[in-house]
């Protein structure tokens, strides 16, 4: 699938006539191809979900010249960005079935946002929904409808908060369209054999999630998390879809010595692509801690509204790692913070902290004295 964003300039900065567009190109003849409308600075940018024809784009040209802006630039879509009211629902387009880690925020203060894990395994059956934070501003939230064999929509439940939300699948690639041709495919065997997810990983953590192009296999995101070569991982699955018609065929995972494998219960042969959430980070940094001290992150995020993960992992075997997914809304407000996994610290139980104070940055620190040293972090929103 292609995308055409348009970029119209010397535009007026004016959030009632993006209304306007954003109604007058819905109800227009190319409206089932709209994505989105959204103002950056001075400008605008309008997103379809296929490159229009040159007959539809005269009809964009009618509609725009009503309001005096200038067409002259081309680009592909990066992320999705949209405007929503309460009559507004957001189709993921193509996604009758899968699993997805979906975040919603607003750069404006005092919105809602939130971070949801969506699973569906056959487009005939109900999905699985499981809220990992979610952040509600006068009375309003934010509610899904997947009904069978339709796509995926998103909508708010009042007429408060409309804006201009940005809307990101965390596992899926901005630069694909098909999640599978950048993913890494695996082949699960039947009971009692196994397909390797990682190698070579003594300690740390890990957040994968695995989707399959076959209908009622089980699918799932699951988080892993150990210390060291020879102690136990702690291991936890969200938004996990088993088979319909048999509650045996669920995917199980092992992390022995330096490998991370899966499994499937009682399954005929079949095949996963997944996807290491790791690779999706838009940001990847080291930190050194020392102590009890805490350190600030001073550049990241940029802004005070998130909705996503914080990946914190020791470099050294022995150190301790975590996962944390937050989300955030105002720099006034406190945010919602859920340590999703974590390993401690082999012998002396240090463990991983982290805080965003009002009006302040995210810190991060050790809870004792030991495992000084490099932790690596990655920032997935």
């Known amino acids: 699938m292609s995308t055409e964003i348009y970029q119209p300039t010397d535009f007026p900065c004016d959030e009632v006539i993006i209304y306007k567009l954003h109604d007058e190109i819905l109800c227009s003849s190319i409206g089932y191809k709209f994505l989105y409308i959204k103002r950056r600075e001075n ?21 725009i010249s ?17 405007l929503i009211n309460k009559q507004c629902k957001i189709l993921f387009y193509d996604k009758y079935k899968g699993n997805f880690i979906t975040s919603v925020f607003n750069y404006k203060r005092n919105m809602p946002s939130f971070l949801y894990i969506l699973s569906k395994n056959n487009p005939d059956h109900s999905p699985s929904i499981t809220s990992l934070n979610n952040i509600n501003i006068n009375n309003t939230k934010f509610t899904y409808n997947w009904e069978s064999n339709l796509e995926l929509e998103i909508y708010k439940t009042t007429d408060n908060s409309d804006g201009l939300y940005d809307i990101n699948i965390l596992n899926k690639d901005n630069d694909v369209d098909n999640d599978e041709l950048n993913s890494k495919k695996i082949f699960i065997p039947t009971s009692g054999y196994s397909d390797t997810l990682l190698t070579e990983k003594t300690h740390g953590v890990e957040l994968y999630v695995l989707n399959s192009d076959i209908n009622d296999v089980p699918i799932t995101t699951v988080a892993l998390c150990k210390s060291s070569l020879i102690h136990m991982p702690a291991i936890i699955k969200i938004g996990h879809t088993k088979n319909k018609n048999n509650n045996m065929n669920k995917l199980n995972f092992t992390w022995d010595n330096n490998e991370i494998r899966v499994n499937s ?16 980070a838009e ?16 550049k990241y995020p940029k802004k005070q509204r998130f909705a996503g993960f914080i ?16 989300s955030k809304n105002e720099n006034i407000n406190l945010p919602s913070i859920t340590k999703l996994i974590s390993s401690r610290g082999v012998s002396t139980n240090e463990k991983l902290q982290l805080s965003w104070l009002v009006n302040n940055k995210i810190t991060i620190n050790k809870s004792g004295m030991n495992y000084d040293g490099k932790y690596d972090i990655w920032i997935i929103n």
């Open 265 to 280: 219960g009682i399954l005929t042969c079949k095949s996963y692509y997944f996807k290491n959430l790791k690779n999706n």
């Open 66 to 82: 009503q309001h005096e802006i200038n067409i002259d630039i081309f680009r592909n879509i990066v992320r999705k960005q949209i």
């Open 283 to 298: 940001i990847k940094f080291t930190i050194n801690l020392s102590n009890t001290s805490t350190v600030i992150l001073e």
């Open 311 to 326: 990946i914190i992992e020791g470099q050294e075997e022995g150190m301790p790692s975590a996962i944390f997914n937050i």
């Open 43 to 63: 400008q605008i940018l309008i997103s379809f979900n296929t490159l229009l024809t040159p007959s539809e784009k005269n009809i964009l040209d009618n509609i």
